[in-house]
Each structure stands twice: as structure tokens, then as C-alpha cells.
């Protein structure tokens, strides 16, 4: 297993810039693919970004492309997202997740370590 713990949300306002951190702990955190989830009030989780093992591969949600970026450091065992130009629409709940599946990687259903979470709430 691998416990997850995000970090680094907070309140900003629009066109700020926040870097979220999730630090992993429990199996070699290098086996796992690893991504972002947000959940905002009302609204069902949705996928953000996903990163391969070795962190030379990542994928986003068209909603994020372009301003958000995630990273992953696997000798410190740690997951990044970095958010830019952030908008009133990105406030949210975030969470980091981790899978050792290898397909449909933007469901949810796919990961089975989840954190508990770090609110985001982006005012304009």
C-alpha cells in the first residue's frame, strides 16, 4: 500500500499561482502512476492530470492545459502540481491518487490510494 498526504491549497485570487504537493509513503512510490483529481461543491471528481512513473509522460484535462503542470520527484517520494493563471472556476477540493493500473487512466475507478485532500478556492 502507499499513503498519500496533499498540501499547499489555500485561497488566492484569480490569475494567482499555487504549487500543490502530495508526499507519498508505504511501497516504492516509483511503481505507481500517479495524478490529480478535483472535486468541486456540487460537482462530481474529476480527472486533472496524470503523470507516468518515470515522469517523462503526462496528460491533462483540456480544462487545465496550459496553465497547470504536474511533476513528480521519486527520490523524495512526492507528487507537484503546479497551477497557474488559476481561475474562480479551478476552486476545488484536490486530491492525489495512485495506481498501478495501466489503462483508462483518467477514471477515477482506476486508483486505488487516494489522499485525503487540500481545498483550493480561487476568488475573483
Known amino acids: 500500500q502507499v499513503q498519500l498526504v496533499e498540501s499547499g491549497g489555500g485561497l488566492v485570487q484569480a490569475g494567482d499561482s499555487l504549487r500543490l504537493s502530495c508526499a507519498a509513503s508505504?511501497?516504492?512510490?516509483?511503481?505507481?502512476?500517479m495524478a490529480w483529481f478535483r472535486q468541486a461543491p456540487g460537482k462530481e471528481r474529476e480527472f486533472v492530470a496524470l503523470?507516468?512513473?518515470?515522469?517523462?509522460?503526462?496528460y491533462y484535462s483540456d480544462s487545465v492545459k496550459g496553465r497547470f503542470t504536474i511533476s513528480r520527484d521519486n527520490a523524495k517520494s512526492a507528487l507537484y502540481l503546479q497551477m497557474n493563471s488559476l481561475k474562480p472556476e479551478d476552486t476545488a477540493v484536490y486530491y492525489c491518487?495512485?495506481?498501478?493500473?495501466?489503462?483508462?487512466?483518467?477514471?477515477?475507478?482506476?486508483?486505488?490510494?487516494w489522499g485525503q485532500g487540500t481545498q483550493v478556492t480561487v476568488a475573483s
Open positions: 508505504g511501497r516504492t512510490f516509483s511503481r505507481y502512476i
Open positions: 503523470i507516468n512513473y518515470r515522469g517523462n509522460s503526462t
Open positions: 491518487a495512485a495506481t498501478e493500473a495501466r489503462t483508462t487512466l483518467t477514471n477515477q475507478r482506476r486508483y486505488d490510494y
